[in-house]
């Protein structure tokens, strides 16, 4: 038994003066323009004949009475069933007259002052998350019975064993590439061996913590902001602030303490598979043996290189989840906030993670390692 | 009724893994009632509902909607039925990164032919409808109080004129007035509109003042199907339970 479709319509008969609607004024048969009348008929004395209406919703019901609007002395409906009569009445008792609230906007120059006040607020409030963060975790520290000790396993889990494969293989080739490019030009002086101290140390000394904090800032950094910010969005911190539990402590110090764990490790790791690759190349292109090679090794580099690696990784470890976290944590309202706080936690811990590398490279210097 | 029912489940069997939550599950509502769905905690309601609002596919059994098989609907009549059913979210699902005027936009931007002016004027109507002052629609789902975002999200479900409203607990987190008033207003559009209602509820007010019928759940089923009057006199033991607590009787009269 369903009707045929009529869609909305309206007639115009000068003769008699009236304008009739017809059809479904429902919201699916209505269209742009509907309601809309030329100028000259909004001049004239106009009868509304709205007694062929079959359907009529609030949609409709809105477009009736903006027509009626526009006819001068808004004559009344005619022919008006008592269903749609109620419903009229209804939608007109809550027609908005004015318009809704304008979101406000800045103008360029407003926006840049704007802008500028944001970066000068959000640094005051990195330097002031540290600060809670320092507070709420040293005396956990100091008490290591105190320390989510299961938890910080699992992250080591999740950030480190989990991240081996994908850092491995780009080690790997990473140190092929090193291997490749470095050992052309030198073959040309037949200095081939010298790519073992050419690939030993830029591997261990540069390259290995690099790509490891690169890593471990786009797998794991955005997954903790992530995280925190959806946990904030759902009340979730609130929640364990009430249950005296400080969000920092049982969500921030575990994944400081697992990464200070996993990234030197994982540094270790990188060095490992990248001088691998480094080899595999030197053997089959440049006649180095392995032998040779791990005979080299001792010479071309001193055991400092590997240390001067090794102990950037913390700092880039506590760089990763200070940043990671304190977006996390500063997440408010909506949930593209979140996705803002991802991409902002994962730029920012690479930009200051290579900031602090230059920095490492000076005072490497200074002290002559 | 000669009337084909505008949604019949029938047969439904739902599980968890090893739980049964509904087994052999049956129900129709009719064109143009309230019905609401009662039971204990953890008997299925929201499961079921979210069954019929076709978000998940329900493993054995049947569901119609609108007179049409809607247990493996085709994406074009996905589209059809989505036109012409509204749900009201628990928690409101409000698009957080929009503003309750945009909430409220975006389903007709998306389905109706109409100018961005009027969908506009639209949005605001359905706003001032659900019982929000104007000044609400600029404001950020965030910014809102629970019983705020109740009217808001009830505003995006009716924002398409729908034939069927899906309410879960639209009442509870609202205060009595404003409870009754949504009652009242739900109520009216029913008339008017010939709007079809189907709404989870525990608040007694609304089962004794709203509702056209009561369906119970309990055995995994829906055991009893009645105006809540009748549905009250049940000798059913959980049926006399639920209704037996003070709190579920009339309190219409004190
Ligand atoms: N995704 C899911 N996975 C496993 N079990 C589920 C899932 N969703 C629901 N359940 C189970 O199904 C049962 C019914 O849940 P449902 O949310 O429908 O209850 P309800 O009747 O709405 O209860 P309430 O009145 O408390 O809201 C519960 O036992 C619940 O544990
Ligand atoms: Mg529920």
Redesign the pocket.
């Known amino acids: 038994m369903p009707e045929p479709v009529l869609p909305a319509r309206i007639t115009r008969d000068s003769d008699a003066s009236i304008i009739r609607c017809e059809g479904d004024w429902s919201l699916e048969h209505l269209r742009r323009g509907l309601a809309r009348l030329g100028r000259r008929d909004q001049r004239r004395q106009w009868t509304l004949d709205v007694s062929s209406i079959r359907r009529l919703d609030t949609a409709g019901a809105m477009l009736l009475l903006e027509l009626q609007d526009q006819l001068p002395g808004k004559p009344a409906f005619d022919g008006l069933q008592a269903r749609h009569a109620a419903l009229l009445k209804l939608v007109e008792e809550h027609r908005e007259p004015e318009p809704p609230p304008r979101p406000v906007r800045y103008g360029p120059l407003a926006s840049l002052g704007k802008a500028t006040m944001d970066v000068l607020a959000q640094t005051v409030a990195f330097l002031a998350f540290l600060g809670e963060f320092a507070s709420d975790a040293l005396p956990r520290l100091l008490r290591p019975f105190g320390v989510r000790w299961k938890q910080v396993v699992g992250e080591v889990q999740q950030a480190g064993v989990h991240a081996l494969p994908i850092l491995g293989l780009l080690s790997f080739l990473t140190g092929v590439v090193i291997a490749y490019q470095g050992g052309t030009p030198l073959e040309q002086y037949g200095a081939n061996i010298l790519i073992v101290d050419l690939l030993t140390i830029t591997m261990l000394r540069e390259m290995a913590p690099l790509m490891t904090a690169i890593i471990v800032a786009g797998r794991t950094g955005s997954a903790y902001a992530a995280q925190i910010g959806t946990m904030r969005i759902t009340e979730e911190t609130d929640a364990l602030r009430t249950l005296g539990i400080g969000p920092l402590e049982i969500l921030a110090l575990p994944k400081l303490l697992a990464l200070l764990i996993a990234m030197p490790l994982l540094t270790m790791f990188a060095d490992v598979l990248g001088i691998l690759g480094g080899m595999v190349v030197a053997h089959t292109m440049f006649d180095v043996s392995f032998t040779d090679f791990l005979n080299r090794m001792p010479e071309a580099i001193a055991p400092s290189s590997f240390w001067v690696g090794i102990i950037k990784a913390p700092v880039f470890a506590a760089i990763i989840v200070a940043v990671s976290c304190h977006h996390g944590f500063a997440v408010q309202g909506s949930t593209e906030a979140v996705g803002k706080a991802t991409t902002r936690s994962v730029v920012q811990s690479i930009f200051l993670v290579i900031v602090a590398d230059a920095a490492f490279s000076v005072i490497f210097n200074l002290l002559g390692l | 009724m000669s009337e084909p029912p505008i949604i019949r489940v029938q047969g439904l069997r ?1 599980q ?2 090893d ?1 049964v ?1 509904h087994d052999q599950l049956d129900l129709d509502v009719h064109r143009g009632e309230i019905l609401a769905i009662v ?12 069954q019929m609002i076709l978000l998940d596919a329900p493993r054995v059994g049947r569901i119609e909607l609108l007179g049409r098989d809607c247990t493996r609907p085709r994406a074009r009549d996905l589209r059809w039925i989505r036109e012409r059913v509204g749900v009201l979210f ?1 928690h409101g699902a409000l698009f957080t990164a929009m503003t309750v005027l945009e909430n409220v936009m975006l389903p007709l931007l998306e389905h109706s032919r109409l100018a961005r002016a009027t969908i506009q004027e639209l949005a605001m109507l359905r706003i001032r409808m659900a019982g929000l002052p104007s000044a609400a629609a600029g404001k950020y789902p965030n910014e809102l109080s629970g019983g705020m975002v109740k009217r808001a999200a009830l505003a995006r479900a009716l924002a398409l004129d729908p034939e069927i409203v899906f309410l ?2 639209p009442t509870s987190g609202l205060d009595p007035v404003g409870a009754a008033a949504f009652d009242e207003l739900v109520m009216e559009l029913k008339e008017l509109l010939g709007l079809t209602v189907v709404m ?1 509820t ?1 608040d007694p007010d609304t089962l004794w003042q709203a509702t056209d019928r009561v369906a119970f ?1 309990a055995e995994k089923r829906v055991v009893a199907v009645a105006p809540v009057a009748e549905l009250v006199k049940s000798p059913q033991t959980d049926i006399q339970r639920y209704f037996s607590s003070a709190r579920t009787q009339d309190r219409r009269a004190h």
């Open positions: 739902t968890f893994g739980t939550v039971g204990g905690s953890g008997t299925g309601k929201t499961v079921l509902l979210r628990q879960d607990e989870i525990h759940l």
